[in-house]
């Protein structure tokens, strides 16, 4: 079976609304975070430093969030990820969040391969998907 990558971050005062709910927005943003944080440990460094050497970039093509609980100021969140689904020119990620082991998201992220240059979808590089593959399920 994979190993989960787990993300780990404290939600901060700036992430919250003044009722101190976090703003629906922040949580897409812990999501794209957790995701390129993954992509740099299947990559072996900074995801976006380690696709742009190999003349690519990973747009978002789809984010599907679901809330099921709030979050608030100083929360420890995880996100736990792992590959979905591996095909030539994408790829799709889960993202559940919990905190105190409580789920408090769900997500899924999907991505497209691009052409650094010509911003048109590309095969994805064999290191690439090999790494991801390695990581599917969960």
Sequence with gaps: ????????????????????????PRVS????EAGLEFLGDVLGGPA???????GIASPARKLSLE???????DDELEVA??????????FSLSLPGTVAEVPVFTA?????CVSTRSFKPVKLPDEFKKGLSARLGG
Excluded at 48 to 54: A, G, K, Q, S
């Design 108 to 112: 899924e992220l999907s991505l497209v």
């Design 48 to 54: 976006e430093r380690r696709m742009f050497e190999m």
């Design 1 to 24: 079976m994979t190993t989960l990558y787990i993300h780990r971050r404290r939600v901060l005062f700036g992430d919250c609304d003044p009722g101190g709910i976090v703003y629906t």
């Design 67 to 73: 809330f099921l609980k709030p979050m608030s100021w």
């Design 29 to 32: 943003h812990f999501v794209v």
């Design 81 to 90: 990820v792992h590959t979905l689904d591996v095909g030539n020119s994408s």
